[in-house]
């Protein structure tokens, strides 16, 4: 991270940084958002998600799988972006305050260390009631209601996917 601009570095910290920077915010009486994913190839459904999330609180962090665990996730032919890569390239979006890059199969870990006040995925991760998480394909609500915490899921933006992204990349002439 060589070339990387100072104000984008400094967003991009190691799990004991982070902790102690998100201490020291909820102290003051902010209140900590956090997401995490892939993030493979940034599109507007992303964008506009982790706006809508930012909004929710004073601060963002954004978890980011690690490359291996982005490929157990989504297959051998994932990331098509590099874990250092898509950091920064996060860490350059305005509505994001922090990046961490973790390497565990769920950001588990780190809602249990950071304990933000909501925690927030998209709402193709909601129940089949439509009223609470699936708690089978999210395990960090669990982590998140033993604490206390709030867990907010927000509109997926239909057509607006990683998925369908690099099925029209391979579709072109």
Known sequence: ?????????????QRAELTSEVRRRQQAGERCVFTNGCF????LGHVRYLQAARAL??????????????TRLKGPTRPLVPENERAEIMAALQCIDYVTIFPEATASPLVDLLQP????????YMGAHG?????????EAQ???????????????????TTELITKIKHLP
């Open 143 to 161: 982590h998140v209601f033993a604490y206390g915490g709030a867990v907010r899921l927000i509109a997926y933006e239909p057509h607006h996917s």
């Open 117 to 124: 006040a909501i925690y927030v995925k998209g709402a193709d």
């Open 40 to 43: 493979d190839l940034i599109h």
């Open 131 to 139: 009223d609470q998480p699936d708690l089978t394909r999210l395990p």
């Open 1 to 13: 991270m060589n070339n990387v601009s100072p104000g984008t570095r400094q967003k991009i910290l």
């Open 57 to 70: 609180g004073n601060f963002l962090i954004l978890g980011l799988n690690n490359d291996e665990s982005v």
